[in-house]
C-alpha cells in the first residue's frame, strides 16, 4: 500500500467540543459535517489507497459510517493528531509508504495541498516528514495578525532555511514584518497548513516520545519533531486562487462559510 490518509477527530476538543460534528453551509446552503466536509477533501486527492477516520468517540464514529466513511477507533490518551495517526496505523496493521495525517479541522484544503506534499516528500528521500506552507497574502497575514490581537489562538506560522527544513512553528505571527502589506500582495509570512506526510518508522518513533516543551506551550505537535533533532521539510503549496483557513474556533464558523460562498463551494 502506498498512500493512506488518516483524518484525527476528536470530540473533546479544548477549546471547540465537539467540533468534528458543526455543521457548515456551502455555497448553496447545503449544511455538512466538519468531519464529512474534511473527508471530502481527503477523497478528492488523487494516488491515495486508503482514507480512515480515526477517532475516541462513538459520536463521531456513528456519524462518520453513516456517510460511508471507513472508521478505526483508538485510545482517549493520544495527545494530538500525530499520535492518533500513529496508532491507527498499529491498530490497521499496514506499513504503507507514507502516512498523511490530513487533520479534521481543515475542510477548505485543495487537493493539490497533499498530492504535492506527498510529492515533495518522495522527491526527498532522507526526509522522514513533510508539511505544507502557503505564502501569506497581506489580507491573510492581516487576519492572523487580528486573531492573536482579539486573544484568539488561531493559524499557525512557519519559518524555514534555504533547504526547506523547517526552523520553527509558531501561534504568533513570524517573521516579524516592519510595516503594512497590501493586500493583494505577497508578504514573507508563510501559513502552515495543518496537513502532514510522515515515513511509517518516523511516525512509530514519535509516539514513544514524551511531549516537547514548546510542543507543550505553543499546542503544536509537529515541535516534538524539531526538539528531538529530526528535521521537518516544509514544502510550499500554491493557492491557484483557492481562500484557505482552518476552523479553530467557534468565529471561524462564519468565516469558512463566507470563503466557501465566494469560491462556490458547496
Not at 483508538?74 to 498499529?90: D, L, V, W, Y
Request: charged share 25%; with cysteine.
Amino acid at each position: 500500500m502506498s498512500v493512506v490518509i488518516v483524518i484525527p477527530a476528536r470530540h473533546a476538543s479544548t477549546r471547540y467540543p465537539g467540533k468534528p460534528l458543526v455543521e457548515l453551509r456551502g455555497a448553496g446552503g447545503q449544511a455538512r459535517s466538519l468531519i464529512r466536509r474534511s473527508w471530502d477533501a481527503a477523497m478528492a486527492v488523487s494516488g491515495v489507497d486508503r482514507v480512515v477516520v480515526a477517532t475516541d468517540d462513538d459520536r463521531i464514529r456513528d456519524h462518520a459510517k453513516g456517510f460511508g466513511a471507513e472508521v478505526v477507533m483508538t485510545s482517549t490518551e493520544c495527545r494530538n493528531g500525530t499520535e492518533r495517526c500513529a496508532e491507527a496505523i498499529a491498530n490497521l496493521g499496514i506499513t504503507p509508504e507514507i502516512v498523511v495525517n490530513l487533520q479534521g479541522d481543515a475542510p477548505l484544503t485543495p487537493a493539490w495541498f497533499v498530492e504535492d506534499l506527498v510529492a515533495g516528500l518522495r522527491a526527498a528521500p532522507d526526509a522522514q516528514v513533510a508539511t505544507p506552507v502557503l505564502r501569506c497574502s497581506g489580507r491573510m497575514r492581516a487576519d492572523l495578525i487580528a486573531d492573536r490581537h482579539a486573544g484568539r489562538v488561531g493559524g499557525t506560522t512557519a519559518v524555514f532555511g534555504h533547504d526547506g527544513q523547517a526552523l520553527y512553528f509558531s501561534k504568533e505571527v513570524i517573521p516579524f514584518v516592519p510595516g503594512e502589506v497590501a493586500d493583494d500582495a505577497d508578504s514573507p509570512v508563510f501559513h502552515h497548513v495543518g496537513v502532514y506526510a510522515y515515513r511509517p518508522a518516523a511516525l512509530g518513533e514519535y509516539a514513544t516520545w514524551p511531549e516537547g516543551s514548546l510542543e507543550k506551550l505553543e499546542g503544536l505537535e509537529q515541535l516534538r519533531f524539531l526538539e528531538r533533532g529530526r528535521h521537518v521539510l516544509c514544502v510550499q503549496v500554491q493557492a491557484r486562487g483557492r481562500q484557505f483557513w482552518e476552523l479553530n474556533n467557534p468565529q471561524d464558523v462564519e468565516r469558512l462559510e463566507q470563503m466557501m460562498s465566494e469560491m462556490g463551494l458547496h
